[in-house]
């Protein structure tokens, strides 16, 4: 049989409520994760990186891959810095290197890690989701942080929606709405303010989607032959959601523009990250297609579900009974591993994590990062795991 996609869990560090013990106890063998506490622009020192290594590897684990290494928005926006930047970048590549790490994730959207409007939205069963609610995301952008031009993007009816929506919310939940939407990097408690991001919305004022994705060109051609010189494999994550919002363009969300990024420099060491949560919040992204099509780029795979709404609403799923087929997509994926296996590719165990559990049973009693806890996640990787063997089995039967 060809080997399991190897299981790995994300930790954010020494300060990561769930600790590594814990995680010890849900079968996984690699840890995901990046020193948070350095500045996103800044050189990760090899003393850094050994020291969180040790720590991990102590406890049992392989380090399996960093994310991320955060793009700094000069890049993203083209300024003058950039190039500074890009130089940081590559010596913390070679840094990794030299400490044997080989995987890298990261994502080109602008400013925010990825968006959501709810932190705690609750299941019938009580248990605690991530939800993205399209009039709640309308009523923020028109009303709240009334931004210009908004509402030559919204419809009528969507207009209407987010007004009603505004209408239903005190002060305090207007607060609420704004921080989720406004949350930074994963791993911080970083928000902006609203004045604090408009500043971002004029930076990137004459950035459209072109000329995002003529950035995200530059940044590969100069730090991929780097990377392959290295044994470093990078690996894009998707826009989440995989539509423009607030202003800001879109450069990973969908198989169209997937291709075009690892055309941009055609190496082993550009590649993908596969997160079914991102791309199945649009319903037209085909993601068994896109893994048959594009499999051979992909170093790394987030496995979650959303269920989507007819009003591009969507809510964290359980990882099989989400609006994406799981089935077809974990069949997907070990084919891609039988083709890399026929062809003599030694990078078969594609790290595979279980991404943004729900909260359910003593998750609630830590404060951990949203959609991190672990025994929603231990759950998600269960399931995962027990339909991989599943299909391997039915299909070398």
């Not at 960093?66 to 913390?92: A, P």
């Not at 080989?102 to 959207?109: A, E, G, K």
């Not at 950035?207 to 392959?228: G, H, Q, R």
Request: proline share 5%.
């Amino acid at each position: 049989m060809i080997p399991n996609l190897e299981q790995t869990f994300r930790w954010f560090g020494p300060a990561d409520p769930v600790i590594l013990q814990a995680i010890k106890q849900t079968g996984a063998t690699g840890i995901v994760t990046a020193l948070h506490h350095v500045p996103c622009g800044e050189i990760w020192s090899l003393e850094e990186i050994r020291k969180r290594k040790a720590a991990i590897n102590a406890s049992g684990f392989r380090w399996s891959v960093v994310e991320s290494v955060n793009i700094h928005e000069s890049i993203k926006i083209g300024t003058g810095e950039r190039d500074h930047y890009i130089s940081n970048y590559v010596e913390t590549l070679k840094n990794l290197a030299q400490a044997g790490i080989n995987l890298v994730c990261y994502n080109f959207m602008p400013v925010l890690d990825w968006t959501r409007t709810h932190l705690d939205y609750r299941l019938p069963n009580n248990a605690s989701a991530l939800r993205y609610h399209a009039p709640a995301l309308a009523a923020f952008d028109l009303y709240i942080l009334q931004r210009e031009g908004a509402f030559l993007e919204f419809n009528a009816a969507q207009q209407l929606a987010a007004k009603i929506y505004l209408d239903s919310l005190n002060a305090d939940e207007k607060k609420l709405l704004t921080n989720t939407v406004l949350a930074g990097l994963p791993g911080t408690d970083e928000v902006f303010t609203v004045e604090e991001f408009k500043v971002y919305l004029e930076k990137y004022s004459a950035v459209d989607e072109l000329k995002l994705k003529e950035n995200l060109s530059y940044f590969l051609s100069a730090i991929i032959p780097y990377a392959e010189k290295l044994g470093v494999k990078m690996c894009i994550h998707p826009d989440d959601p995989p539509i423009p919002i607030l202003g800001l363009p879109r450069v990973a969300k969908n198989e169209e523009d997937l291709n075009d990024i690892v055309n941009m420099y055609k190496s082993p060491a550009n590649g993908l990250t596969l997160c079914t949560g991102s791309l199945g919040a649009n319903g037209a992204n085909d993601i068994p297609g896109i893994i048959s099509r594009l499999g051979s780029h992909i170093h790394f795979l987030h496995l979650r579900n959303v269920n989507r709404e007819a009003d591009g609403s969507f809510y964290e799923a359980e990882h099989l009974t989400g609006s994406t087929d799981m089935y077809a997509v974990m069949k997907s994926v070990i084919n891609e591993q039988l083709k890399r296996e026929k062809a003599g590719r030694t990078d078969i165990a594609i790290p595979m994590r279980p991404d943004h559990g729900h909260k359910i049973l003593d998750d609630f009693n830590y404060n951990t990062y949203p959609g991190y806890s672990v025994i929603g996640r231990l759950k998600g990787l269960a399931e995962l795991r027990g339909l991989e063997l599943g299909i391997k089995r039915t299909l070398t039967a």
